[in-house]
């Protein structure tokens, strides 16, 4: 080994890939008590946390891959790879498989890929990209520069539809757009701007879209249907208490009460078994997971480099929030799943190439160094 990859692996962000080996183990065996091999009706139900760990190791290979290069060859890449995630959103209505009433994925045999994620990923890298080109903080013209070139990815994967990525990636870029800085008069702007525009935005949604807002505002109203999930889910939550039900004692799981206990509502499965003890070690792990990527952000010595971290501070910050928020009822139900806890074959691959930047950008931080 030279010198020089001796370097490179002391500068790794290794309490990084500690907090994301922790999230990870956990999210596993919260599917395995979730979804384990069970029977119904005759038939055997896959093992989701099996699955979860081979798409595991898929991710991990890619996370190595992505720190194997100078990140900043990224910059002349970012432009092909945001096209190309554009034809595959573009090849969904046409080849695209639906699932719940909803056309998302493209099935390749071997597995179903998702290209609404690897429009999160190109969406990251052209925005950092583009971002670092401007000096100053950004003027209103730039801004809406900025919005036109996700106006496209983000209405092709509306129309699947699929709303909650649709605004994950919004989010994202607004994050990004605000870690690099705003003139004053735009953000004023801004900040009168968009609370005009988030009621205009009720005339775009569907009618299910509006439904799940509604319930959100007053769950009771259709406890049956579109309210069954958050009751649920507030349920299982409150019957964890302080210290939980322990592994795999979740009543509300475990009778299937729960719907979509894998995905979006995996947390309330690990609420109910430990409680809420449990459930501030789990959010203690992500805000250090979290300040893990904000501080290689910080150390950065690039400004490129600083906003693809930021980026995906950003990513899963949203993620995180979201997610929980939804579960507890504090926002409506969007369908975000939680980072490494809640079941997905892209979304995995996906969170650890997101990973594989930060930890590409912490290895390299030597060299960009002045004296």
């Known amino acids: 080994m030279s010198a ?38 005759g038939i055997a139900v896959a093992p989701f946390f099996q699955k979860q760990l081979l798409w595991g190791g898929v991710g991990f290979l890619c996370m190595i891959v992505c720190t194997l290069f ?9 432009l092909p790879l945001f096209i190309l995630a ?11 498989k639906t699932v719940y009433g909803a056309k998302r994925w493209i099935d390749l045999g071997l597995f179903s890929l998702q290209p609404s994620e690897v429009a999160k990923v190109t969406t990251l890298l052209l925005a950092a990209t583009l971002l670092s080109r401007y000096k100053e903080p950004l003027s209103g013209l730039e801004l809406c520069f ?4 996700v106006a496209l990815p983000c209405l092709l994967i509306f129309a699947q539809p699929d709303l909650g990525t649709t605004l994950l990636i919004l989010f994202l870029l607004g994050g990004m757009i605000l870690y690099h800085g705003l003139k004053k008069y735009v953000f004023r702007i801004c900040c009168l701007l968009i609370p005009l525009l988030i009621p205009a935005s009720w005339l775009f949604l569907k009618d299910y879209h509006k439904e799940r807002i509604l319930t959100f505002l007053d769950p009771s109203r259709d406890l049956q249907g579109s309210g069954y999930h958050i009751t649920q889910s507030q349920i299982a939550i409150g019957s964890g208490q302080m210290w939980g039900k322990g592994f795999q004692g979740g009543t509300q799981s475990l009778l299937r009460f729960l719907p979509e206990k894998h995905t979006d509502f995996a947390i309330a499965v690990f609420s109910e078994e430990w409680g809420f003890f449990g459930c501030v070690v789990l959010l203690a792990l992500f805000c250090c997971f979290l300040l893990c990527i904000i501080n290689t952000a910080r150390g950065a010595k690039d400004h ?18 979201i997610n929980i928020g939804m579960v507890v009822g504090l926002v409506p139900v969007v369908g975000i799943p939680l980072p490494f806890v809640s079941y997905g074959g892209t979304a995995t691959i996906v969170n650890f190439i997101m990973l594989g930047l930060v930890l590409n950008v912490s290895m390299r931080r030597f060299m960009f160094k002045t004296t």
Request: net charge positive; charged share 10%.
């Open 146 to 149: 900025m919005l036109a070139v």
């Open 86 to 96: 554009l034809l595959l959103l573009l090849m969904v209505p046409l080849v695209g």
């Open 70 to 78: 100078n990140y900043r060859h990224l910059r002349t890449l970012a």
């Open 4 to 41: 020089m990859d001796r370097r490179l692996i002391t500068h790794a962000n290794w309490s990084l890939l500690a907090f994301t080996a922790m999230l990870f183990f956990v999210g596993v065996a919260n599917l395995y008590s979730a979804s384990g091999i069970r029977m119904e009706d």
């Open 304 to 321: 490129f480099g600083s906003l693809l971290c930021a980026g995906v501070f950003f990513y899963f910050f949203w993620q995180i929030l």
